[in-house]
């Protein structure tokens, strides 16, 4: 099995593998995006498994560096084909691409929350699960999953508010989060808060609110803030206030402030998921490694024997 970088003259392996195209294009891009890339100081690799006696791919997966420290990093887009899993070779895929990779000192990813496979595979290879959930939903939907009243108030946050909203984004974000990024301080949350990208959304939809931090406020409580970070609206809650009524009463007083009811609210800090209606209720959970010891030193399995 042979473990290297992702050509252009992979594509149509890639597709025999599985991935749609969008995906496709990100493992195997055109000329321009890798401009885009370097122009956000993003830096992507891709790899895949090459079983060169059949001539064909039989694994991915592409690591992504974080622009808030350098020496952490996300994976996706992990996949080996069908009739190979459970051999070995998607925990092989992941040690190589990390072994090619010197920068990277902590690793993490997102995972639906019911795909028991990657989530074994993650625990297999010695990854911490958080129990923090990552969502999102429509706001129309968002304000009907619980009761609209005591309506809350929201403000815009000013500099005064940066501790506090600090305090806010390290509950929502959880403790195994802290840990990946040991640096993270409350002057870089603007860049914080749009990191890890929301898996809902392969494209980002625009927002229509026009400020970047508000506080939640609630009688004289502060659960949560939103952030708009690029063209989207996120929300950041204490997790132990957080819960089906506190997500209606902020998607309502965003609708009554004029957003779009189709307009997505990431959600970050969830208990549990917001709901069961058909495309609301995904759920993605964060793994990762702050000690890559874990990964590199597992026994070497099946394929490699
Ligand atoms: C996730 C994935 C890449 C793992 O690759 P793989 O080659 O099957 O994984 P490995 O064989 O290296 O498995 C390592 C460990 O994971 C666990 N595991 C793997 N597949 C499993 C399954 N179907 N059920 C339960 N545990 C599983 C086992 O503990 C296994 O170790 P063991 O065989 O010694 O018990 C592969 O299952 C896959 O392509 N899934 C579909 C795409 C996907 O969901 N990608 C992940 C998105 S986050």
New binding site residues.
Partial sequence: MLIRVCRRSDRRSLRQLGHPPDVVALLSPGPITPWAWADQRTRVLSFVAEEPSQGRLA?TVQLVRSRLDPGTWMF?H???VTD?????????LLRGAVRSTAAVKRLY????QD????I??H???GFERSDRLFSGGGLGFLSTIGPPAPALSLRRASRDDLPEIFEIYLKSMGPLWGRLFPGLSAARLSRAVGEPPDPALREPTPATLPERLMLVEDGGACPAFLARGGRSTALFADPSRCDAGLLARVASRLLALGAARDEWLTLRGLPAPPGRAAGASRAWILMGATDLGCLKNRSL?REEQ
């Fill in positions: 694994g996706g992990w996949r080996v190979r899993r459970g051999e070995g070779l998607g925990s092989a990813s997102l995972i639906e795909n028991d496979a990657s074994e595979a625990e297999w290879l399995r």
